[in-house]
């Protein structure tokens, strides 16, 4: 049982909402209306946070300004991170570029084309909305150049998917809200689609979900795989074959170790220890092994009993697998121990 926690999480602020905000402040600086301290941005949902700003510059036709991203209390790797904002005029239009620690798209499947910055599409609706709005008010042109830069950002996209995406050179500007509520599976979960959409463009016709990081090295040599066909499932196996259902490919493997794989084989489709738990009464009577209730982990029970165990989580799995996704998709398992080896497989 998951508990509640002692106290409100605090909220805090992608790293679309941060670029906006330090735009917001360029274009102050470059347009006239002189270096402020905070500014004030207009979330996709209406709400108005205001920004520090924390680094101004500007010289003859350009202004540059920073924020620092907060994210609250979520363990955001690009929390503290110096989001930065140049701007410059442009030939027409809002144009964007990736400055240094900004990602590019190399591949197909994200919603932004390969060549691209890695600027998502709602953080280039606010800071197009952005400069259009202040252009008007102020009667500037809106015919404006945003490179957004983030130093450090080649080191903290390595935490992330984005090299497993095919977005090379940093990290991506996200957002769809403006917000990150901490520790949501939201934002997991819209990566193991983005992961989906670019092994589906890649043409893959296997791919391969594991709970971590042992079991995807054991999963991806056992059959050969190449990265982008590798998905981040983590605990979200669900959210993972929801997906699948809807965008399918030939074939998938599902693989982790005893103890979340002993969840997925009792219906679980959430693996995380605060929000599923092996049920050990359940798996005494499907065993014939009435000691097994009295067991506390899964892998006290694997100890115990061994390879009948893992094979029947594996055949178990498998069958929740398959429950999730249309006929015409192959689907396998793979369980391993902590040493990464194989202890039973299923459907392969």
């Keep these: 049982m998951s508990r509640k926690p002692a106290k409100e999480l605090r909220r805090g602020w992608t790293t679309g909402a941060c670029a ?11 347009w006239g209306e002189g270096r402020p301290a905070r500014v004030r941005i207009t979330l996709p949902k209406g709400e108005t946070p205001e920004f520090e700003i ?18 609250g209390d979520d363990p955001d790797v690009t929390h503290g991170a110096l989001i930065k904002a140049r701007v410059t005029a ?18 197909p499947g994200l919603p ?44 903290l996209a390595q935490k992330t998917w984005n090299p497993r ?52 090295k054991t999963v991806q040599a056992l059959y050969g795989l190449p990265e982008t066909a590798m998905l981040d499932m983590g605990d979200f196996v669900g959210g993972l074959l929801k997906y699948l259902a809807k ?12 103890g979340k794989m002993t969840k997925l084989a009792q219906g679980a489709r959430d693996l995380h220890s605060g929000r599923s738990q092996v049920d050990f009464d359940q798996l005494a009577k499907v065993l014939g092994m ?6 506390n982990t899964a892998l006290q029970a694997y100890d115990s009993i061994g390879a009948p165990m893992a094979d029947w989580v594996a055949r178990a799995a498998l069958d929740n697998v398959r429950a999730m996704l249309p006929a015409e998709v192959i689907a396998d398992t793979v369980v391993i121990d902590r040493e990464g080896r194989i202890i039973a497989r299923a459907g392969a």
Excluded: Y
Excluded at 94 to 103: I, L, N, Q
Excluded at 185 to 211: K, L, P, Q, Y
Excluded at 290 to 295: C, K, N, R, T, V
């Design 20 to 30: 906006t905000a330090a735009l917001r402040a360029a274009l102050m600086m470059l």
């Design 54 to 71: 924390v680094e101004a510059r500007q010289g003859d036709g350009w202004a540059e300004a920073g924020v620092i991203k907060d994210a």
């Design 90 to 107: 442009s030939n027409g239009g809002v144009v964007f570029r990736a400055g240094d620690g900004v990602g590019t798209v190399t591949m």
């Design 112 to 155: 932004i084309a390969p060549g691209e910055p890695a600027i998502n599409p709602v953080p280039r609706q606010m800071m197009t909305q952005t400069v259009e709005d202040m252009a008007e008010r102020l009667s500037e042109s809106p015919d404006i150049e945003i490179t957004i830069s983030v130093p450090g950002g080649q080191a």
């Design 165 to 216: 995406l095919g977005i090379k050179g940093g990290i991506s500007i996200l957002g769809t809200t403006g917000i990150v509520r901490p520790f949501s599976c939201a934002a997991w979960i819209a990566s193991i689609h983005r992961g989906i959409d670019v092994a589906c463009a890649a043409g893959h016709s296997h791919v391969a979900g594991c709970t971590g990081a042992t079991s995807e």
């Design 247 to 258: 965008h399918p490919v030939p074939r998938i493997t599902i693989g982790g170790g005893i």
């Design 290 to 295: 009435p000691d097994l209730a009295f067991m």
